[in-house]
């Protein structure tokens, strides 16, 4: 099965000929995983191995603005700054515009505000994907509903599916080979003293991307057989911890699913290790302060920095302990 062929489904045959407004808007939060999604069952269509589980950052995330554009290819600004279309980051994105494309000569003005770094393990490509659905939604009137946008979503990232809803979002892995039982839905549960810490500790881009590790983990790790079970175990005590908002339950279970996917791609060949020095050193400070008694968990992606999950009542002590922290208060954007 191929993109295109989701693609007509969610158009029952064919893509409208073209797009009913002259521009498009649309903003996505990023997300980030308490119950990882690593590993994939349809490398072309991302469809995962397992359900994940996530929360968003209402303030964090990609505005895309599109606008028609009568020249012969696309033009892509990130941050008021024009990207070359030779670079990766280009290609991916005009290779998942060609999807969407009426016409061969149909080209758009891509105008990207993202307030997160790129590629840094702060889940970039999941605000950045959701938004380019929606804006895409937006400039061709096709009144897809959520979970339409989260199926297209997914073709350009996993982690987008998630990236179309605030507080937390659970992506159903499915069964199906053409993945239109694969999308996420919002959990209608609501959790204002939760607090989610973003420690940047490197803003470079990440030495390999979520997708080749990904393939990487399930082809050469012996331990990757054991994520599955991980996942299950994990995903149910998450909802659990969430229905009767035990938070030690909730943040501990993160950072141990965190924790076996980094431990998963370590004993991958050629191994994966996305730490730094500076993210082992923020991690046992973090285990530290709860040695000491203070709540505080932590959860990593595919990079370098931490995001600490806390609690409202503990965040003056967690702001003097990480000065550099940026606190996100997940249910009140
Ligand atoms: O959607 P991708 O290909 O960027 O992969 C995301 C992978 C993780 O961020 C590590 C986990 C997740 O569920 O978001």
């Known amino acids: 099965m191929k993109k295109a062929n989701v693609i007509d489904r969610i158009f029952h045959g064919g893509l409208p000929a073209s797009p009913r407004n002259q521009k498009g808007l649309a903003f996505a939060p990023t997300n980030i995983a308490l119950c990882k999604y690593w590993g994939k069952r349809d490398i072309e269509l991302n469809l995962p191995v397992t359900s994940s589980l996530s929360i968003a950052l209402p303030d964090k995330g990609t505005m895309t603005y599109l606008s028609l554009q009568d020249k012969a290819t696309d033009t892509i600004l990130v941050n008021d700054e024009e990207i070359a279309l030779t670079t990766p980051f280009a290609e991916r994105l005009v290779c998942y515009l060609d999807l969407f494309r009426p016409k061969k000569n149909w080209h758009l003005h891509i105008d990207i505000k993202i307030n997160i770094p790129i590629a840094a393990g702060l889940a970039s490509s999941a605000s950045g994907f959701a938004s380019l659905v929606a804006a895409l939604n937006d400039l061709g009137a096709w009144s897809l509903t959520k979970q339409q946008l989260s199926i297209l979503a997914r073709l350009g990232s996993g982690s987008a599916a998630r990236s179309f809803w605030m507080g937390f979002v659970e992506w159903n892995a499915g069964v199906q080979s053409d993945g239109m039982d694969s999308f996420a839905m919002p959990l209608d549960i609501e959790w204002p003293e939760l607090r989610v810490g973003i ?90 302060l709860r040695h000491e008694g203070l709540e505080v968990y932590f959860t990593q992606d595919a990079g370098p920095n931490l995001k600490l999950l806390f609690l409202e009542k503990n965040q003056a002590e967690l702001t003097e302990a990480f000065p550099d922290m940026e606190v996100i208060s997940v249910f009140e954007g």
């Open 199 to 288: 420690l940047t500790l490197s803003n470079k881009e990440k030495p390999i991307s979520s997708r080749e590790a990904m393939q990487r983990t399930v082809n050469s790790s012996v331990l990757y057989s054991a994520w599955p079970k991980k996942i299950a175990q994990d995903l149910a005590i998450l909802k659990q911890a969430i229905h009767v908002k035990n938070f030690s339950l909730l943040a501990g279970t993160a950072e141990s699913n965190a924790l076996t996917m980094h431990a998963t791609m370590l004993s991958s060949w050629p191994p994966i290790c996305y730490s730094l020095p500076e993210t082992l050193a923020a991690m046992r400070k973090v285990w530290e």
